[in-house]
């Protein structure tokens, strides 16, 4: 700053500012005139004085820089300020030569923290086989290693000192799957009872999948529910881990067997099959070649069934697309008639009943009625050894057809579950105000 002596901008010393302390490049101070003193500019002042031992620097009144300096305790003057050109203000740590920087103490109690690239690196496990791609430079734990703890400190008392085992390649005979669970089911003709989705919502999905039931149908032939939110639905019902998602298809389209099988479906069911040749393209549309003609990219269905790593598409193609559920829709008085021949080829896993609309077949048809259907459809299902299913408006429903011999059955619609709880809530509630009438 510019001004005179005096100026309130003066530091202790008294005296004027000179413009430009420090010549251009240079870190040396410029020799004073005649007569001055050399003041040291405010901020290496207070610099100069913090860094000097045992110096009782204080600051100005309140706090404030413009504020005038409070009287100084200063057990020791200040190191005298040299003017030499050659000699800077404050010189820098003494090296010697060929030696780096000086090293810079650490006080405190906390580490260095390590580079990335310093870290051991331990690669992941994941079972080598065909189309699987193996770590970095072979780098996989030996046989004999699995499970010992690489070295580290000892474990505190009480604590394993055994490191976690790899994960197998999962097959289809492990219980704890919902596929698994819900076929072995199925082909012990033990009953297991299901969820209808009609909402279109992930959000349902997941809250009535977590309510124990063996599979939640994902129903796209009468309700708005589009492909993207289909995926996200067989997602939620299949992280809960225990209700198997299924979806029922609108049609017999290549792409909506592709879209619910890709997004990870455990199962489909087909509507409207009336011949056998219907039935032998639905189980093509299934299956990977050579077995049928399915396209190759389920990318997403590995990860309904808790599939991951390098290995989760292989892993998916040889155990477990061969096991998806098959279960074709018979609600006409055609797929009645050519139920018979459709089972004999096999590769079905359960026959469902459409009930109204096979109802509505056998009205238009006016020379049976649909009391015999059911017996027929009853009686082949159960001479071929193939599980029967039936949409059940409620469980009470389920629970009659339970006796009528039927093991697939529907227990409750999302629907029904949301308008009746709401009923049943708001009926309870209206009760208290009878004293008020």
């Known amino acids: ?62 706090g404030h820089p413009m504020a005038p300096p409070m009287q100084q305790q200063t057990q020791h003057p200040p190191p005298p300020i040299s003017t030499s050109h050659q000699q800077p203000i404050l010189p820098p740590p003494q090296q010697q030569p060929g030696m780096g920087p000086p090293p810079i103490a650490h006080h405190s109690s906390r580490q260095t923290p390590i580079s990335p690239s310093q870290q051991p690196h331990t690669p992941r496990y994941y079972p080598p086989g065909p189309g699987g791609q193996l770590p970095p430079n072979n780098q996989l734990p030996q046989p004999h290693n699995m499970g010992q703890r690489q070295g580290g400190p000892a474990p505190a008392h009480g604590m394993s000192s055994q490191r976690p085992s790899p994960t197998k390649s999962p097959q289809m005979s492990v219980s704890s799957r919902p596929l698994a669970r819900l076929k ?18 992930p959000v349902t999905a997941r809250i009535l999948a977590a309510q124990g039931f063996d599979w939640a149908c994902i129903d796209m032939e009468h309700t708005p529910t589009n492909p993207s939110l289909m995926a996200e639905m067989v997602a939620a019902v299949a992280g809960s881990g225990t209700c198997a998602p299924i979806v029922r298809v609108p049609s017999h389209a290549p792409e909506w067997f592709k879209w619910a099988l890709d997004a990870g479906a455990h199962g489909i069911i087909v509507p409207m099959v009336n011949t056998v040749e219907e039935l032998r393209n639905v189980e093509r549309l299934c299956r990977y070649p050579p077995a049928g003609k399915r396209s190759m990219g389920a990318f997403f269905a590995p990860n309904a069934f808790g599939l991951r790593g390098p290995r989760a598409m292989n892993d998916y193609v040889d155990n477990i697309s061969d096991d998806i559920l098959i279960i074709p829709q018979i609600e006409s008085v055609e797929g009645v008639r050519n139920l018979p021949s459709m089972l004999k080829g096999g590769g079905i896993d359960a026959v469902f009943v459409g009930p109204y609309d096979l109802n509505a077949s056998v009205r238009s048809t006016q020379d049976m009625q649909i009391q015999e259907v059911m017996a027929h459809l009853e009686r082949v299902t159960k001479e071929n050894d193939i599980p029967i299913g039936i949409y059940a408006s409620s469980g009470a429903a389920a629970s009659s057809r339970l006796r009528d011999g039927y093991t697939f059955l529907v227990a409750a619609s999302d629907i029904e579950c949301l308008s009746s709880s709401a009923s049943d809530n708001l009926d309870r509630a209206k009760s208290a105000l009878r004293q008020y009438r």
């Open 1 to 62: 700053m510019h001004g005179g002596s005096g100026s309130h901008f003066d530091g202790p010393s008294g005296g004027s500012d000179h413009p430009g302390h420090y010549p251009h490049g240079s870190s040396a101070m410029p020799m004073p005139p005649p007569g001055h003193q050399v003041r040291q500019p405010m901020g290496q002042e207070m610099n100069m004085r913090m860094r000097s031992p045992g110096s009782g620097f204080a600051p100005r009144h309140g």
């Open 184 to 201: 072995s089911k199925l082909q012990r003709q033990i009953p297991v009872f299901g969820v209808w989705l009609t909402i279109p919502s």
